[in-house]
């Protein structure tokens, strides 16, 4: 081939590692046109594994390289070109890796996504491109996978990866092969290094992480890979993370290495001119002296750390106890109310702790019938606690050693190892294993509290900001709650501004009350309390806080919508709810906010976002809220949810169909099965749901799908949906915007208008047993039969039909009636204007004569007074008469008819 014939080059980074070479071999598989050319510098177990299968695989050695034109570049796990003999000024060039922060360039194309390594990612083009591998082939991608991923076990490989290693597997990749080049011993030369690194581990702690940063001198002319003593390091030391800085003459190699999520070591090689992944990363640094290095880095390692989790991050903060003077049996029956698997024992006298008491030894104690002795025969003896500001790891330690599945958590300030402190809150196994193994969504919000500012108007903002200083100095977590967040995370602006309390909502809202003003009403039972905000207090706020707040001089929402503020606030003390019987309304109690949440119908109600001081913006997902609404699914929190609460039921298609969402598939199920038990739910909880669904911003939605999922059979036998219903609903927008019809029907009554559409053309005693049903008023029942009564005397009118009589006959009908009926009547274009010219004239036409004018004539009153009167409309309506000149000749030639006296 001669040097004007253009050429493919597939490349990858120097140093290359299996993942780099392996995905070269991928790129040739797939552009088979293409050279894959190795760098000049390889790992040694790469070396030594090309040196024993050179014959089968394509590669070519850098010295082999003949100059030649370049004009196409395919990069492979690298974003960062090196110069060939023969390259174009600017080639093609494409990016296939996984190192996803690098900032892209312009003219080049590429593809880089998160996985665990980039010979996954050629691996599934392989697959989809329906191509086969041979035995060494697969072998060496298998090696790629493996060691980018150790094995599969580092917390950046994703199932992707298991996928790709498992067809690999298939494609007959030799496991004992991968295992022997990943393990390949050290050469004297660096077994020495490692012993100079090993003695010279400068260890120190951050943000609670054991790190390790260690140097040493290279001899002259060692070119060995520095990988592998880094990776036998970090075996022996078993730091959360590790820095090694060798020494290459006037140059510092800095090889990382984390074994922890929260040490993300290419934040620190970044920094310093180099690259790669959260747990493995590498730099040169020229012209450079390792202990110089050594100084940057430490300094960088406070960024490179995250700040240590703590008991504080996963308690629930309020804790239900048991004293120990309490029975078996009270015990037994106060876990059945809650479904709590384990209560901390207290003292009955100081509250102190005592031991923990499982369900599994209540269990066991009532089956050999020891209800009635006190719990502390069966209890675990002992005062274990943490405190918030102890690490999870802590909590970790503290269960596996004690046996505890809760933990009981007492305040910072308390004595030594909290024995004479009361407990404040409790962690539990299912804390721990929801923090470990709760998967981050793609959709987890980074940064909620900027989130929260830029969707809330700025007086809201300012307000949120003044609560939650008067909440934290009050040391009680605050929250927003459900629907809210749930909007904010899908873009939808929210004027509600309620908020949770963990501790004491009253004493909050006094607190609020004292340093703002405005007034107060609470309910002590309920441990609720309602801020009322003047405008004054929103401007004395607005005042103090509105520097943060991305749009400080506005009071508009990003869609330049100026909502109003609303005149009240409303916090709730955080509570837990037991349902005593199916469709009962549940009986309330205080609870954490954990609790408050797991009371809630849907995951994606579940969300929260605390509030308080240094909290503020922290979002909290307990039950895969954020999950769910990633992927569009409306998913109940436990199988017996709508067996608690049928209502749920009408509440989840509402809310599918607003939200465009699906009913997730086992909710499906669980809400069919549920169905019978709306028969149990009082009418007026029943309307309460149809009212709200009523008000969606298409109802029809929602109607079609209870009737599709057999809900209104359950509702009341014979209701039905039918196309002329739906059809119906869709002209109700457009008549109530009609210059003729707006003012016909006050905002609140809308939901009668489609309550009568949807029952109209349905049988009478469908239509009474309906609104029987539901408890609706006796106006609403009297209503919607009277649309039907209409219906049929509109059936009855002809052509010729004169004003008068129609206008006798619509009169007795209210105004939401008529509105109805012409909404029906839409498509005949005769009744409809016969209805449009009543509503707008004929109802209106009044005659200029009255009765006192009759009596001022002489005219002895009596029955004939309404006829004559009656009479007189009729020919203003007729159009026979049109003054009171034309009433007065007329009602004398009435007069004169009947032979009245005068």
Sequence with gaps: MGYNSPMLLILTHEKADFDAIASQLGAYKLFPDGVPLLPRYLNRNVQQFLNLYWDVLPFMRPDDW?????????????????????????????????????????????????????????????????????????????????????????DTATARDVRAAAWLFEQGAQLDVVRRFLTIPLTSEQQALYAELQANANWSTVQGRAIVVTTAVAPQGFNDEISSIAHRLRETLTPAGLFVLVQLGHDVQLVARSSHASVDVSLVAKALGGGGHSRAAAALIVGATAAAVAQKVTALLPKAVKPLVRVAAIMSYGVQTITSAQTIAEAAHQMRRTGHEGYPVVDQENGRIQGLLTRNAVDRAMSHEMGQLPVNRIMKMGAITVRPSESIERVQELMLREGWGQIPVVADMGGAEGIDTNPIGI????????????????????????????????????????????????????????????????????????????????????????????????????????????????????????????????????????????????????????????????????????????RRDFTINTLAVRLDGAHLGELLDFYGGQRDLEHGLIRVLHSLSFIDDPTRVLRAIRLEQRLGFMIETRTAELLDNALPMLKRVTGDRIRHEIELALREADPILVMERFAGLGVMK???????????????????????????????????????????????????????????RLKGRKSTRDDVLAVADLLHLLQTVTSDIQPSVVTKMLRPFPARVLLAARIIVAENPFKAQLLDKYYSEWRHVKTSLSGADLRLMGLKPGPTYSIWLERLLAARLNGEINDETGERLLLAELIQESGAQR
């Design 427 to 598: 962690v539990t196994r299912t804390d721990l294993l929801n923090y470990w193994f709760q998967p981050v969504t793609e959709t987890a919000e980074s940064d909620m509290r900027a989130l929260l500012a830029a969707s809330l108007q700025p007086e809201m903002w300012a307000l949120v900001q003044a609560v939650s200083a008067a909440a934290a100095e009050l040391q009680m977590p605050l929250y927003f709650v459900g629907g809210l967040v749930r909007d904010i995370l899908l873009g939808k602006s929210s004027i509600d501004l309620d908020m949770v309390v963990e501790g004491d909502a009253i004493l909050l809202v006094r607190n609020l009350q004292t340093r703002l003003g405005g007034d107060v009403h609470t309910h002590s039972r309920f441990g609720t309390g309602k801020w009322f905000v003047t405008p004054e207090i929103w401007a004395a706020v607005f005042a103090q806080y509105r520097g943060d707040h991305p749009y400080p001089k506005s009071t508009q929402s990003k869609n330049n919508y100026v909502q109003p503020l609303p005149a009240s606030i409303d916090f709730v003390t955080a509570r837990s709810e037991f349902y005593a019987a199916p469709s009962a309304l549940p009986e309330v109690e205080r609870g954490s906010i954990k609790l408050d949440l797991h």
């Design 714 to 772: 359950q509702i009341y036998p014979g209701l039905i949906w039918t196309p002329e219903m739906a059809a119906a609903f869709k002209r109700v927008p457009q008549l109530l915007a009609d210059p003729i019809w707006h003012k016909a029907l006050p905002p609140e009554s809308k939901e009668f208008l489609f309550f009568a559409l949807w029952l109209t053309s349905l049988p009478q005693a469908v239509q009474e047993g309906t609104v029987e």
């Design 66 to 154: 003949r100059r030649r034109r370049v004009d196409e570049v395919i990069l492979v796990d690298t974003q960062n070109l090196n110069s060939v003999r023969g390259m174009a000024r600017n080639p093609q060039v494409r990016v296939i890796d996984h190192h996803v922060d690098h900032e892209p360039r312009p003219d080049w194309t590429y593809q880089v996504e998160a996985v665990g390594a980039t010979t996954t990612l050629l691996v599934e083009m392989l697959q989809a491109n329906g191509l086969l591998l041979t035995p060494e082939e697969a072998t060496l991608l298998l090696l790629g996978v493996y060691e980018d991923t150790g094995s599969l076990t580092y």
